[in-house]
């Protein structure tokens, strides 16, 4: 019976190791040990391995349960990894996209930019032909009116009877019987400026005497400047040197800053055809416009001071000339 047990003992331990030809059946004294045991022994024996065994395969069990889920685990993170490759893949696909439309802007924008600093350039080349244009007409309209003298405050219909030249010879009798009018200066013609009446114009019509010669226009003006006030059948009157409207724009242009000089005893001037000039610390300053002005101003702040208000209501009235353009009334 023992020996029996024994066999059998020895073939359900080695059973698991062995091959099918039973290569090796050499017992282990642990084995030899069990051959010893009585039955209930031999019983709790075997139970001790089972459960042994059984605790090694739940081990096992657990270890591959825990190892699957690594194997999915890392699977997952494969496919999340591949999926962010395929990401960052596209990602660099748009990138270079973008850098390639960045770069085909940014050549545009140059060549834009290029040409419009050559419009640039070419505009003003165009605005500087227009002014000098425009400045050489002015000069030719003013030539044409060089013996010219406008008299401004004579009442309409005064110069019905013996027309508009004979208003200067009375102006001269006048004003300035030394200066005299027969035999030493000649009126070549006389009109009112513009040539058609205007019902909307409260004011009279200019009288533009052309003299025969412009030395005489000169020595009238020198006298009237001496004189300073100038009177027609004793109201007073004004006589002035007939520019082109557009010189006359111009000198307009400066008449709120002419006042606020004027008002601080500065000595303004109005030069042909349209600078101001002025007294300031001791010194003759001349401007041909406003921008030259206004970038000296800045360096003088008490003369900031003195054209302060005459500059902004300049800026104002840009401002609605821009918004309300009006025709100018031509002369002549």
Request: aromatic residues 6%; proline residues 4%.
């Amino acid at each position: 019976m023992r020996k029996n047990r024994s066999s059998t003992i020895q073939q359900f331990i080695k059973a698991p190791d062995q091959k099918e030809k039973h290569k090796n059946t050499e017992l282990s004294p642990e084995d030899l040990e069990l051959g010893k045991l009585s039955d209930n022994e031999f019983r709790a024996a075997i139970i001790k391995k089972l459960n042994e065994v059984e605790r090694k395969i739940e081990k096992q069990a657990e270890f591959w349960s825990y190892f699957t889920k690594e194997i999915e685990i890392i699977k997952k993170n494969q496919t999340e990894l591949l999926e962010m490759k395929n990401t960052m893949d596209q990602i660099k696909q748009n990138t270079d996209s973008l850098n390639a439309r960045v770069d085909n802007l940014e050549e545009q924008i140059s060549i834009i930019e290029d040409r419009q600093a050559e419009w640039c350039q070419t505009e003003e080349e165009r605005e500087l032909r227009i002014k000098k244009n425009e400045e050489n007409l002015r000069e030719r309209m003013d030539s044409m009116r060089s013996k010219n003298i406008r008299i401004i405050g004579i009442p309409e219909n005064m110069e019905k009877e013996n027309g508009a030249e004979s208003v200067l010879n009375k102006i001269i009798e006048e004003n300035f019987p030394n200066l005299g009018i027969n035999g030493e200066m000649y009126v070549e013609e006389g009109f009112r400026s513009p040539r058609f009446v205007n019902v909307k114009r409260p004011t009279a019509r200019d009288i533009i005497v052309k003299l025969a010669h412009r030395n005489d226009k000169e020595r009238i003006l020198r006298e009237v400047r001496k004189k300073k006030r100038i009177t027609y059948k004793g109201a007073p009157i004004r006589l002035s040197v007939d520019f082109s409207t557009e010189t006359l724009q111009a000198r307009r242009e400066w008449s709120d800053i002419f006042k606020a000089l004027k008002d601080k005893n500065l000595q303004p001037r109005i030069l042909y055809p349209a600078r101001i000039s002025f007294r300031y610390e001791g010194e003759i300053k001349s401007f041909p416009d406003k921008q030259k002005l206004r970038e000296f101003v800045t360096k003088s702040p008490p003369l900031q001071e003195i054209l302060k208000k005459a500059l902004i209501l300049e800026k104002r009235k840009k401002g609605e000339r821009g918004h309300n353009p009006q025709t100018r009334e031509t002369n002549g």
